[in-house]
């Protein structure tokens, strides 16, 4: 095991972002890096949660933080996320911030769904272009895309959403290749249904067997470097299966008929 967490923190380490860190998937990706000893930027709208968290792993397991409370459908995030972490050596970069509305496209707030591609796809395109040239001239690293399954098929009522997830998808995949000869790893997770808040904000039900984000986060670390894709859970990966062989059509309609579903 010991020796797992020096592999982990010489390639990824000394330090790495976390996106979103102040609840679900993201948080436990702040708390399974810091077990592993890499020291984490942690980033995210909500400062008390971030410093919580910051002052519970720096406690518990030694390791160095640093909050920085940025929303990131703002113009200038990048600016002061660089501007904060120049000191650092950012060795892994995690893109998982994110959120969903949903509603049929045009009777949403158009000011939303453009925040939604700021936030969702815009914001890990620029992070990944600043942190991933770095690691790049050093030949050391790794990058993560929380994708969705959502981003195999289009989706009623999350239009906008499935959208931005396959952006991610596809051009993380498209990553993951250029940057294999820099020694960079570039990992896109496609998780299903977990139990966050984001089940409250898409306001669908909570399933039975719904995935914890501690098991996403766990199992991608332990993905990374092996794998340019992964799906979290054997439901999740039929589910995907299953949306890749139906025509297109059939498959929106189905992907339609699965959020009513979950939200009745
Ligand atoms: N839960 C699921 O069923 C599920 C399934 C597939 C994929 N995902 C993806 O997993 C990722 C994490 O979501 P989650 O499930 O862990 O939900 P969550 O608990 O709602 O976490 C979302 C995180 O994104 C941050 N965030 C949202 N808007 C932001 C903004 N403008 N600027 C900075 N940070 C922002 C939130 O922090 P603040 O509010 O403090 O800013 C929060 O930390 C998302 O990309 C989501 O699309 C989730």
New binding site residues.
């Given amino acids: 095991m010991s020796q797992l967490i020096s592999e982990f923190q010489q390639k990824y380490g000394p330090w790495a972002l976390v996106?979103?860190?102040?609840?679900?998937?993201?948080?436990?990706f702040a708390r399974h890096i810091a077990l592993r000893g890499v020291n984490v930027v942690l980033?995210?709208?909500?400062l008390a949660?971030?410093t919580r968290l910051a002052n519970e792993l720096r406690e518990t397991t030694g390791i160095q933080t640093r909050v920085l409370?940025?929303?990131?459908?703002?113009p200038d995030?990048l600016q002061r996320i660089e501007a904060a972490t120049n000191d650092l050596q950012i060795g892994l970069l995690v893109n998982?911030?994110?959120?969903?509305i949903t509603q049929d496209f045009l009777d949403s707030f158009l000011d939303n769904q453009v925040?939604l591609l700021?936030?969702?796809a815009k914001?890990p395109m620029m992070l990944t272009h600043s942190f991933g040239r770095k690691m790049r001239d050093r030949n050391c690293g790794g990058i993560v895309f929380?994708?969705?399954?959502?981003a195999f098929s289009a989706v009623p009522r999350w239009a906008n959403?499935a959208a931005s997830?396959a952006y991610l998808m596809q051009f993380g995949e498209a990553l993951a290749v250029e940057l294999n000869p820099h020694n960079v790893d570039v990992l896109v997770i496609?998780?299903?249904?977990?139990?966050?808040?984001?089940?409250e904000?898409?306001e669908?039900e909570r399933e039975v067997n719904?995935?914890q984000?501690e098991d996403?986060a766990k199992q991608t670390l332990e993905k990374l470097g092996k794998t340019a894709t992964y799906i979290p859970g054997w439901r999740n990966r039929v589910l995907s299966a299953l949306s890749r062989v139906a025509p297109s059509p059939i498959n929106s309609m189905l992907a339609g008929r699965l959020l009513r579903f979950l939200q009745d």
Avoid: C, H, W
């Avoid at 996106?19 to 436990?28: F, K, L």
């Avoid at 409370?69 to 703002?74: A, C, P, V």
């Fill in positions: 996106t979103g860190a102040s609840s679900g998937i993201g948080e436990q980033v995210a709208r909500r949660r971030l409370n940025i929303d990131l459908s703002t995030f998982n911030a994110g959120f969903t925040k700021d936030v969702n914001a929380v994708s969705s399954i959502a959403y997830k496609a998780p299903g249904t977990t139990d966050t808040e984001f089940i904000s898409a669908i719904i995935m984000p996403v």
